[in-house]
């Protein structure tokens, strides 16, 4: 595990080695705000061991950008560690996130030779019991940190974390910087763009940015990423609007990421077109 670094005034952020995830911590005088925990309960108990060590004050809430399990299955470690804190997320992702957790344990079970694969399943899933539907603020004393939820992407419960005295924000899985932005089942492709949109509008000259993965941007790296995806769901519209079906899309369009890592994004894209948005099959 990587240790925590501070990227700006009482903000640090461990970027993890397992999924490159990063976990980041916001003091106040009131307490510590931890966002995201990874993804079982013996990684997070090693990220609560660091964070002892820091020796910079108690967790006293946790926040989950959104429902996917490597940022919540460290939730139940956190609470054995600093009790009954609460867990806030997007009201849709709290309502996902126990789902969402069974079903990667489906998935981990069948993968025997994963290493990982016993501290998935033996993880407790524990959803957020404090949810918000567009913005909270949370007030750790000498400094708020507002929860914003700026609209359907990466999942339909995606929510960013801005810190405003300190000039951070932390993006989840809107923003990518160690890969491709995730397209997976649960994305919204076409509606990504507006909502990186107000993403953007949250991000000044000096911010830092902190992605879900990878290392802290700036608002030139978001302006760009916002750019490709909104060229990913304009190539959707276009192939759709002129008959072209789903299964062809792939190899037709001419797309800003790896094809591999797109085909969610095509089927979901399809399926959320308006009535009207698609044409008819060309032969």
Not at 99 to 115: C, H, L, N, Y
Not at 123 to 131: E, K, M, S
Not at 235 to 252: K, M, N, Q, Y
Not at 253 to 282: C, K, M, N, V
Request: net charge negative.
């Amino acid at each position: 595990m990587t240790e925590f670094a501070e990227v700006a005034d009482r903000v640090w952020v461990a970027r993890q080695q397992w999924y490159d995830l990063n976990v980041a911590l916001v003091r106040g005088s009131a307490g510590l705000i931890v966002v995201d925990t990874q993804a079982s309960t013996r990684a997070a108990r090693a990220i609560v061991d660091e964070v002892q060590a820091l020796g910079i004050g108690e967790v006293t809430a946790i926040v989950n950008t959104h429902e996917h399990f490597d940022h919540t299955f460290g939730n139940d470690a956190f609470r054995e560690a600093y009790g009954a804190v609460p867990i806030h997320a997007h009201e849709v992702a709290a309502d996902r996130t126990i789902e969402a957790g069974e079903s990667i344990k489906q998935r981990f079970a069948g993968q025997t030779d994963d290493p990982h694969r016993a501290e998935v399943l033996e993880t407790q899933v524990v959803a957020a019991d404090h949810t918000f539907s567009s913005v909270r603020v949370l007030d750790l004393g000498d400094r708020q940190v507002e929860l914003v939820h700026p609209g359907r992407g990466h999942t339909a419960g995606d929510a960013v974390i801005r810190v405003p005295d300190a000039d951070v924000v932390l993006a989840g899985d809107l923003v990518e910087e160690s890969g491709p932005p995730a397209y997976g089942a649960d994305c919204h492709p076409l509606e990504w763009p507006g909502t990186l949109d107000v993403v953007i509008n949250l991000v000044g000259r000096d911010t830092v940015v902190v992605p879900g993965h990878g290392a802290p941007v700036g608002r030139s790296f978001v302006e760009q990423q916002r750019q490709e995806i909104a060229i990913t769901a304009q190539t959707i519209r276009d192939l759709a609007v002129v008959g072209i079906p789903p299964e062809r899309a792939l190899r037709e369009g001419e797309w800003p990421f790896p094809s591999e890592g797109l085909t969610h994004a095509i089927s979901r894209g399809y399926a959320q077109l308006p009535p009207g948005g698609r044409g008819l099959p060309l032969a």
